[in-house]
């Protein structure tokens, strides 16, 4: 019953599993422990069982097999083991930037990015800006983004004679796309249409059946493997089909 008593709980608080292990399960939020002790081993459109995850220095595939807190890792060469996560870093702590502002391992919890000088591989955990206003500059990547309702342009380097400034959202038919290679810079455009990227305009997104190549294109947001428009599943995976009771 969504009645608003789980509002500003954990995720892992709000949907308590309830099949026991060894039991019948379609999906992993169904396992007690689910996410943190026990996993679903359905995959495809099969039904599964509830299965204990693997405790910290236990081989395994990937981090799915792993329990809460843990990942599945190794040096090259050798066996995959179940391995603590690195804890997330604090403002202030020196972080990865080489991989971009999101992958160096600060709290996004607390709106931290890792921001390194260009060039420079070695970044700082920072704070992320939200307060750009209209036509001021922005820059996704340097953590600087716009105040709600505006939109904020792609782009990985910044031209200073047209920098990226926060906006409305590019209406049909408008252009989206400008410059090329690494110099492009993409506004996102109003809802139910995408940025066309032969025409540099936007276009209304597919219906279901329709071919794609991107998740974007579609209007319910999911370009499956086949090329093809469909509806999102549930469980991040075109091929589990619809949710089924398992005995």
């Known amino acids: 019953v969504f009645d608003g008593s789980a509002r500003g709980l954990p995720c892992g608080d709000v949907v308590i599993g309830q099949v026991a292990e060894g039991d019948g399960c379609f999906s992993d939020p169904e396992c007690q422990g689910a996410g943190v002790s026990h996993r679903c081993s359905a995959s495809g459109s099969q039904c599964g069982t509830c299965i204990l995850l693997s405790e910290e220095g236990v081989a395994c595939e990937g981090d799915d097999d792993c329990r809460g807190g843990l990942t599945c890792a190794g040096e090259?060469?050798?066996?995959?083991?179940?391995?603590?996560?690195?804890?997330?870093?604090?403002?202030?702590?020196?972080?990865?930037?080489?991989?971009?502002?999101?992958?160096?391992?600060?709290?996004?919890?607390?709106?931290?990015?890792?921001?390194?000088?260009?060039g420079e591989s070695e970044g700082t955990c920072t704070e992320a800006s939200f307060d750009a206003q209209e036509g001021e500059f922005c820059f996704l990547f340097g953590g600087v983004f716009c105040v709600d309702g505006l939109v904020c342009p792609v782009t990985f380097m910044p031209d200073e004679d047209n920098p990226p400034t926060c906006r409305n959202p590019v209406e049909a038919g408008e252009t989206c796309l400008e410059g090329e290679g690494f110099a492009f810079m993409m506004t996102p455009c109003v809802s139910g249409f995408y940025c066309h990227e032969e025409s540099g305009t936007c276009a209304a997104q597919k219906p279901n059946g329709a071919s794609c190549e991107e998740d974007g294109e579609c209007a319910e947001g999911s370009c499956g493997d086949a090329g093809v428009c469909g509806a999102r599943s549930l469980f991040g995976d075109d091929e589990r089909g619809d949710y089924q009771q398992c005995p």
């Not at 690195?86 to 992958?103: K, Q, S």
């Open 76 to 118: 090259e060469d050798s066996p995959q083991v179940c391995t603590p996560v690195e804890p997330m870093l604090a403002a202030g702590a020196a972080c990865n930037g080489e991989e971009g502002p999101l992958d160096g391992n600060c709290d996004m919890w607390k709106d931290l990015i890792c921001l390194a000088e260009e």
